[in-house]
Nanobody, 129 residues
Framework: VQLQASGGGLAQPGGSLRLSCAVS????????IGWFRQAPGKEREGVSC????????YYADSVKGRFTISRDDAKNLIYLQMNRLTAEDSAVYYC???????????????????????WGAGTQVTVSS
């Protein structure tokens, strides 16, 4: 399985961006996917994770009410809609996944990035006026 994040860029405070995670090598349906971010000098943190069938979603407290995760398995894409961006959202954003055979709650996936084996290259998000 391979993943590629895209859609990052420069946004103004209060603005929006939509990130996309393209999954290749497998049919994304059934694969639990997460979005993570890492700012300079900070540890990588889980932002949002979605279950393999889309029924469960987890959001970090810092993004609740502002970010929305979704998936379109017909296109093998997972999205992260980011609204009301702040400077604190500036980071490199990564998407990642765990094997379909691994059963974990979405919160567990998002809170333990070290246990995740598959990562895509990140996309830079910069929020600045």
């Amino acid at each position: 399985v391979q993943l590629q994040a895209s859609g990052g860029g420069l946004a103004q405070p209060g603005g929006s961006l939509r990130l996309s995670c393209a999954v290749s090598g497998v049919f994304s349906y059934g694969w639990q996917i997460g979005w993570f971010r890492q700012a300079p000098g900070k540890e990588r943190e889980g932002v949002s994770c979605i279950s393999g069938y889309g029924g469960d979603k987890y959001y970090a407290d810092s993004v609740k009410g502002r970010f929305t995760i979704s998936r379109d398995d017909a296109k093998n894409l997972i999205y992260l809609q980011m609204n009301r961006l702040t400077a604190e959202d500036s980071a490199v954003y990564y998407c990642a996944t765990i094997p379909r055979t691994v059963v974990r709650p979405v919160s567990g996936m998002c809170n333990d990035h070290r246990a995740i084996p598959y990562w895509g290259a990140g996309t830079q998000v910069t929020v600045s006026s």
